[in-house]
Nanobody, 128 residues
């Protein structure tokens, strides 16, 4: 069973940086596709960044050039480095995993429903 725990959220000023972490356990992390999603109050959940088992990445247009997704297989950890934060980045951020168990995920998933494991979320607040 996939277990994901996010950390690293907090409050920062505009232009600041945060690094989110997602610790995974209980599954084949190195074979999995991983992603970060966010949801702000009153808004739909959106995909922020995604990475496949080979390290290929996809970013939402709104975060390109500011956010970087990465993973360390040996640590079973996923990261999201967020720089030059804007008030519009304020949201609850969720880590997600897709594990096929019998094969390696080499095509990034971008929809929440494509994943089969999700964390509880961590809050990021950006103030001006």
């Amino acid at each position: 069973q996939v277990q994901l725990v996010e950390s690293g959220g907090g409050s920062v000023q505009v232009g600041g940086s945060l690094r989110l972490s997602c610790s995974a356990s209980g599954y084949f992390f190195s074979r999995s596709c991983m992603g970060w999603f966010r949801q702000a109050p009153g808004k739909e959940r959106e995909g922020v960044a995604h990475i496949d088992a080979n390290g290929n990445t996809i970013y939402a247009d709104s975060v390109k050039g500011r956010f970087t997704i990465s993973k360390v297989n040996a640590e079973k950890s996923l990261y999201l480095q967020m720089n030059n934060l804007e008030p519009e980045d304020t949201a609850t951020y969720y880590c997600a995993a897709y594990t096929a168990y019998t094969y390696t995920c080499t095509t990034s998933r971008t929809r929440w429903s494509d994943y089969n494991g999700w964390g509880q979320g961590t809050q990021v607040t950006v103030s001006s």
